[in-house]
C-alpha cells in the first residue's frame, strides 16, 4: 500500500520526482504565511470594530494591532522554521543566549553611557561652562570637591584646582558626578576673585 503523496511523487516525472520533498516543504511554509497573512487580517477587523463599538483611543488601536501583528507573525515564523529543520530549542537556546550578552554588555557599558548622557546635559542645560568656578557640595554646608573647569568632554569634566594649567593640579570627575550632588557655581568676575 502507497500513500497518497507517494502515489502523487509515483506519477510526477523524474526531475519533479526528485524536488517535491523540497517544493512541499515550501509550499507548506507560504500557505503558513498566507494564514498569518489572513488571521492578522481578521484581527485588524475585530479591533477596528472594537474601536467602533468602544471608541478607544487610537494609541490603545495602534498598539493592539502592533501587539497582535508581532505575535501573529514571530508564531509564524517559528513554525516556518521549524518546517524548514531549525529546532525550537536551538532557536530559543540562540535568543536567551544572546539576551543574557546583550544584558551583560549594557550593564557594563553603563556608567559610560551614563557619563555621556550627563555631558550632553550639561552641554544642554549649561549648568557651568569653561572657565567658571564650581565646587560639589557634599552634605549642606562642608566643603567639598572645587575648582576652575578646565575642559568638558564627553566622559570627564577636568578642573583645575590649584596653580596654572601647565604646573598646577587638576581633577578629572565623570560627569555623572554633577548630577549626584549639589553644585555651587561662581559666575564670570565673582569667580575670579574667589
Known amino acids: 500500500?502507497?500513500?497518497?503523496?507517494?502515489a502523487l511523487q509515483a506519477g510526477l516525472p523524474q526531475w519533479a520526482a526528485e524536488w517535491?520533498?523540497?517544493?512541499?516543504?515550501?509550499?507548506?511554509?507560504a500557505l503558513i504565511l498566507l494564514a498569518a497573512w489572513c488571521v492578522t487580517r481578521l484581527a485588524r477587523h475585530f479591533i477596528k470594530g472594537l474601536t467602533a463599538t468602544y471608541a478607544l483611543?487610537?494609541?490603545?488601536?495602534?498598539?493592539?494591532?502592533?501587539?497582535?501583528?508581532?505575535?501573529?507573525?514571530g508564531s509564524a515564523l517559528l513554525w516556518s522554521?521549524?518546517?524548514?529543520?531549525?529546532?525550537?530549542?536551538?532557536?530559543?537556546?540562540a535568543?536567551?543566549?544572546?539576551?543574557?550578552?546583550g544584558a551583560v554588555a549594557f550593564f557594563a557599558a553603563w556608567s559610560v553611557l551614563s557619563n555621556l548622557f550627563c555631558a550632553l546635559l550639561i552641554f544642554t542645560t549649561r549648568?557651568?561652562?569653561t572657565g567658571d568656578l564650581v565646587e560639589l557640595v557634599e552634605k549642606g554646608s562642608e566643603p567639598g570637591i572645587k575648582g576652575r573647569v578646565v575642559d568638558i568632554n564627553l566622559v570627564y569634566t577636568t578642573?583645575?584646582?590649584s596653580g596654572d594649567y601647565a604646573n598646577g593640579v587638576t581633577l578629572q570627575?565623570?560627569?555623572?558626578?554633577?548630577?549626584?550632588r549639589a553644585l555651587r557655581r561662581w559666575h564670570g568676575d565673582a569667580g575670579a576673585r574667589t
Request: aromatic residues 14%; hydrophobic residues 55%; charged residues 15%.
Open 159 to 161: 578642573l583645575q584646582e
Open 95 to 101: 535568543f536567551t543566549g544572546f539576551a543574557a550578552v
Open 1 to 6: 500500500m502507497k500513500t497518497s503523496v507517494q
Open 173 to 180: 570627575l565623570p560627569n555623572s558626578m554633577f548630577f549626584q
Open 20 to 29: 517535491f520533498d523540497v517544493l512541499s516543504i515550501f509550499a507548506q511554509v
Open 57 to 73: 483611543p487610537p494609541r490603545v488601536v495602534l498598539l493592539s494591532r502592533r501587539l497582535v501583528g508581532f505575535i501573529v507573525y
Open 127 to 129: 549648568a557651568f561652562r
Open 81 to 93: 522554521l521549524e518546517r524548514l529543520g531549525v529546532s525550537g530549542s536551538v532557536l530559543w537556546t
